[in-house]
């Protein structure tokens, strides 16, 4: 395993993803958490919503002649600290990942975290 992107993140912000394209999961811990990130009644209290996403994508030039970031849909970020495995993540012996060279994120304002993302 390597890491491909390790660093704390706030607001909006695109990143490359260094040493390898094959995400195996992420860890995010929200160190602050925003005004407008809200606890669910009953649950317990790292269960939140509203507190932002994060996504994938790979650069391609697949329409056109011009380089594109094309992205999956978003990860919403429903704990404090969050870990994320593509689904399915195994077939048979084979961990499956997901392809990506660059990774996004929104986190609501006032929000501050630490990502990990790490691959094969």
């Known amino acids: 395993m390597a890491n491909y992107y390790d660093a704390d993140i706030s607001g909006?912000?695109?990143?490359d993803l260094t040493g390898g394209t094959s995400v195996q999961f992420f860890l995010l811990h929200l160190?602050?958490?925003?005004?407008?990130?809200?606890?669910?009644d009953g649950l317990p209290d790292d269960r939140i919503i509203r507190a932002g996403w994060i996504s994938f994508g790979r650069t391609l030039s697949l329409i056109g002649s011009t380089s594109r970031d094309?992205?999956?849909?978003?990860i919403f970020i429903d704990f404090s600290d969050q870990r994320?495995?593509?689904?399915?993540?195994?077939?048979?012996?084979q961990i499956l990942t997901l392809v990506a060279t660059r990774v996004r994120w929104y986190l609501s304002p006032g929000t501050e975290g630490h990502l990990l993302v790490v691959g094969a």
């Open 12 to 15: 909006t912000g695109v990143a």
């Open 70 to 74: 094309y992205w999956h849909p978003p």
């Open 31 to 40: 160190t602050t958490i925003g005004p407008k990130v809200r606890e669910l």
């Open 84 to 93: 994320w495995i593509p689904s399915p993540n195994q077939s048979a012996s």
